[in-house]
């Protein structure tokens, strides 16, 4: 952006509104200016910049201002357009590189913080999309497992996310900043993992990926789902009155009583479920074990089985 304030040589500069201006100049300002907006975003592309750059200008003209814009030329927009206001425009013909960006707005920006939003990534480019931060920020309000914080961790980055569903269980305290869901919170954690990578606390990205690689392999599932399973296995199963009690304590005593209220629809319309279909009618799965799936077990067959074997090839 450059100005040249207005009036001749040896002349005081002009404080006459311009045509098509409102009037409304400030009484202390005792010039007009010259206003040249220099940028590769401008119309007929539409974003922040763009819509900036018109709507200060309209107002720079409304006030007394010649302005002008340089941009580069989109498609066959080149040469010079007026828009609203006599507003002029140059539509120069530079060769854009990247983004709708010419070299000299390329290279001049590479010291700056820019953001650029990616949109949708295909699964083998997200490690070298990762690789290139220092710091991933989840700001999930409802969450179950949360695959990307485990993608960041395993690409050495430091994870702030908020501490909902099951995301305090899925990194260990080292490699996670949990935040509560607001602004507040999140704020404090990034100011606490920018300090961390500021003063060099965390560990090497390298280091960071070898421990979370052992995080999560098959194996290392079926080890923890397994133990879950044992857990549940060791509890008490409770019988139906019990289960209605402690829907009705549980749940309040409006909503305690429709739960099981359904519960009881439930139970009911599973008796008539096996009732229509007994469990002799049902196949039983064999079981299939060991690493070439040799079949090790088969349950036996009763009378009443080979008879609806018998009933079924009849029909």
Request: charged share 20%; with cysteine; glycine share 6%.
């Amino acid at each position: 952006m450059a100005n040249r304030r207005g009036g001749g040589q040896g002349q005081p500069p002009s404080v006459s509104p311009s045509p098509g201006s409102s009037g409304n100049l400030s009484d202390d300002r005792t010039c007009t200016h010259n206003i040249c907006m220099v940028s590769d975003f401008f119309y007929p592309n539409m974003g922040g910049v763009e819509s900036h750059i018109y709507q200060l200008s309209q107002c720079l003209i409304e006030r007394g201002h010649k302005v002008i814009t340089v941009t580069h030329a989109y498609g066959n927009r080149k040469g010079v357009r007026y828009l609203t206001n006599g507003l002029k425009v140059y539509y120069l013909p530079l060769r854009v590189m990247y983004n709708q960006s010419t070299a000299t707005t390329l290279f001049h920006s590479l010291p700056l913080l820019r953001v650029q939003l990616l949109g949708a990534l295909e699964h083998k480019d997200v490690r070298n999309v990762l690789v290139q931060g220092h710091i991933f920020l989840n700001t999930s309000l409802t969450e179950a497992f949360c695959m990307a914080i485990v993608e960041a961790a395993s690409c050495g980055l430091q994870v702030v996310s908020t501490k909902v569903g099951g995301i305090p269980e899925v990194l260990p305290e080292s490699l996670i900043i949990l935040c509560e869901p607001s602004v507040k919170s999140l704020c404090d954690g990034l100011e606490k993992a920018i300090f961390q990578v500021k003063s060099g606390t965390l560990p090497a990205p390298e280091n960071i990926h070898n421990v979370v690689k052992t995080f999560y392999t098959w194996r290392n599932v079926a080890e923890r789902t397994e133990k879950v399973y044992e857990r549940v296995s060791k509890e008490t199963v409770l019988p139906m009155h019990k289960r209605l009690d402690r829907l009705i304590s549980h749940c309040g005593p409006v909503t305690g009583y429709m739960f099981a209220l359904l519960a009881v629809l439930s139970y009911l319309f599973l008796i008539f479920l096996q009732w229509m279909t007994p469990d002799s009618f049902i196949d039983v799965a064999i079981d299939a074990t060991g690493p070439r799936r040799a079949w090790t077990h088969q349950w036996p067959r009763d009378k009443k089985r080979d008879e609806n074997d018998k009933i079924s090839q009849s029909r």
